[in-house]
């Protein structure tokens, strides 16, 4: 069996100018027409797959420890937010790497029903990520935007609804083709040159509703820009150009090259992708362009890979958090294994100093450089009330 699917997807790599050409002709009788990659860019591409696919998991897995074994965390909207992402990108890295190899790489052909599963399951993946980055862009613009009044417009319970409400409907929009929103035409126009038996109309609705999502991102991290550029020109008009604004970078300068970082790598990593999306829609995309694809789709599981540096690990109360969690770890490792050593009759000093371990008793080492957004209003609250 395993030789002739291994035959199979060779055959697919030596009939790839047939496919093409039926691709140009729009014809396409099987899977075949959109298993278009050569062997190099197999090679490339699974590389990509194999390494930020396991990276991706890990990171957003120790992000989402993190927050369910701390209580503080647990009780704030934004590690809500935060651990919303990171449960997104942990769902991208399973079902978009194996399906993504299962398929181009490995050269099985799967029926619609299964298929449209996977994809479902890729696409309520994706979409949640960018759902929970707009609702850490929202929750961050209200913490700056009204700092006096912040813990009472979002509560705990209103965070919930909110998140309940975006895996509701991100994984109804996901599973629409599965629920019968598909190609009516099996494999042949209108169906995408890109996802076999997806109509066109459902690709262009959701890559809308996808660049929604990222331009209101966009708008509510340039209002953090504007208001923290408002509040910084105010405060350097009342104090004179020689008070302490220049012992410290300003605030609304480091919040532009944070947010300058975070847009960048959100834009370069979806836009290409999005781009092609589009363009499927209205033209007829090539063999070369589907290649392009391929490759571009990659880049959303990179993005995956890198938000729990951005969002997650750059806030300072999540790291002394994970370095508690890890010494408590490590405390625990070192009882049992003294317990181990002893005698059950004997009775033990360190087993009187590991009982005695509480998380209260845990270095709590405070500084004053602030990353959070919620930090920096914190400290800066009497000021910006307006």
């Known amino acids: 069996m395993e030789q002739w699917e291994v035959s199979t997807c060779l055959g697919l790599t030596e009939a790839k100018e047939n496919t093409c050409s039926q691709i140009v002709n729009r014809s396409c009788e099987n899977l075949e027409c959109y298993m278009v990659l050569t062997e190099a860019e197999k090679t490339a591409i699974g590389s990509i797959c194999f390494l930020a696919g396991p990276i991706t998991l890990l990171e957003n897995a120790l992000v989402l420890g993190v927050i ?11 590690y809500l937010f935060i651990a919303s992402l990171a449960f997104a990108d942990v769902f991208a890295s399973c079902f978009f790497t194996t399906s993504f190899l299962y398929f181009h790489l490995f050269c099985h052909n799967d029926g619609p029903t299964a298929y449209l599963f996977k994809l479902g399951g890729v696409t309520m993946a994706f979409t949640s990520s960018v759902g929970s980055l707009l609702l ?9 935007q009204q700092p006096s009044s912040y813990k009472v417009l979002l509560t705990r319970r209103r965070a919930v609804l909110s998140l309940l ?12 083709p599965l629920m019968g929103w598909r190609c009516p ?3 042949n126009p209108p169906c995408s040159l890109l996802f076999p038996y997806i109509s066109q109309g459902y690709l262009a609705c959701w890559t809308s509703f996808i660049l929604v999502l990222l331009a209101l991102i966009l708008c509510a991290y340039a209002l953090i820009l ?14 004179g150009a020689a008070g302490t604004g220049q012992a410290r970078m300003r605030m609304d300068i480091r919040l532009a090259r944070t947010f300058g970082l975070i ?14 999306m589009l363009a499927d829609v209205s033209v007829v995309l090539t063999c070369a362009q589907q290649r392009a694809f391929a490759f571009c789709s990659t880049l959303c599981l990179v993005n995956s890979a890198v938000n729990p540096l951005l969002y997650a690990l750059r806030c300072r109360e999540l790291r002394v958090a994970l370095l508690q969690l890890l010494q408590r770890l490590c405390e625990i490792g070192r009882c049992r294994k003294s317990t181990e050593a002893l005698t059950p009759g004997l009775a033990s000093t360190e087993d009187n100093n590991c009982d005695a371990i509480t998380e209260d008793e845990m270095p709590r080492n405070r500084t004053t450089w602030l990353n959070s957004i919620s930090e920096m209003v914190d400290n800066q609250e009497p000021n910006i009330r307006q």
């Open 136 to 144: 850490t862009a929202l929750d961050r613009y209200l913490c700056i």
């Open 226 to 239: 504007w208001k923290a550029h408002r509040h910084e020109s105010s405060m350097t008009s009342l104090q």
């Open 165 to 176: 409400i975006l895996w509701s409907a991100t994984i109804f929009i996901s599973f629409l």
């Open 68 to 78: 369910a074994a701390t209580a503080s965390l647990r009780q704030r909207p934004s």
């Open 185 to 187: 035409t099996g494999l």
């Open 263 to 276: 847009l960048l790598i959100l834009v370069s990593c979806w836009l290409p992708t999005l781009s092609f």
